[in-house]
């Protein structure tokens, strides 16, 4: 089975602290996606990655960087919390850059919440 | 970009049959995945179409129609289970990638 973990279910930082939201997955795969979680709003890509070292802005990346130097693991870097940004995160792999069939996996989430 | 709706709650009892709907507009059409999401937890697949007509499994199905830009998702014999927030995702090319967008999840309500 493929596995996706998240590095903390929880978490309470401060405004303009920075954060650092790690991903893993153990399946090889090419893709990785950071996406956020709001009610209402459904889920909206930040950023992805189709390899290392390789990143794509999604929709949302203003206040948010990413780091994939290994192939297993993908970051989200908050450089400077603010409120606004307190959300559920979630982490996403997915096998190969095509246009066949590639579903998606997801990690557990991360409740993120800025004071 | 694209634009894809999903209505926001349905209910439905337990036994019945609910189809939750998703309409979209994109270009460079490649795909629409239906995801499931219970409340707490990470969406898991449910079903993949990427050309015209109807894929069953079980005790749900997924149809697709491109020309109308058109999707829904058939559950069947609802359980008290299958109450849970359902995901409608369409691919689309994007400078060479293959991104998926979300829509905003249909909340479905079961009740015995």
């Known amino acids: 089975d493929v596995k996706v973990t998240q590095s903390s279910r929880y978490l309470v930082k401060r405004t303009g602290e920075k954060v650092f939201l790690e991903c893993v997955q153990d399946m090889d795969h090419e893709n990785m996606f950071w996406y956020r979680q709001d009610p209402g709003l459904g889920l909206r890509l930040i950023y992805f990655?189709?390899?290392?070292?390789?990143?794509e802005k999604g929709d949302i990346p203003e206040g948010y960087s990413v780091s994939r130097e290994k192939k297993e693991r993908f970051s989200l870097i908050l450089e400077s919390a603010s409120t606004n940004q307190t959300s559920m995160y979630l982490c996403?792999?997915?096998?190969?850059?095509?246009?066949?069939?590639?579903?998606?996996?997801f990690g557990p989430g991360t409740r993120l919440t800025v004071t | 970009g694209q634009n894809i709706d999903q209505p926001t709650e349905m209910t439905a009892t337990e036994g019945a049959i609910v189809q939750i709907n998703c309409t979209y507009q994109?270009?460079?059409?490649?795909?629409l995945f239906w995801y499931q999401q219970h409340a707490g937890e990470a969406p898991t697949f449910l079903s993949y179409n990427v050309l015209d007509g109807l894929e069953e499994k079980g005790r749900f199905s997924s149809f697709l129609s491109r020309s109308k830009g058109y999707s829904y998702l058939l559950l069947k014999e609802l359980q008290m289970k299958d109450s849970a927030s359902y995901l409608c995702a369409v691919r689309a090319t994007s400078g060479g990638s293959y991104i998926p967008t979300f829509g905003r999840g249909t909340s479905l309500i079961v009740h015995p």
């Open positions: 996403a792999s997915s096998l190969e850059q095509g246009a066949g069939f590639d579903e998606q996996y």
């Open positions: 994109t270009s460079g059409f490649n795909g």
């Open positions: 990655s189709y390899d290392v070292k390789m990143k």
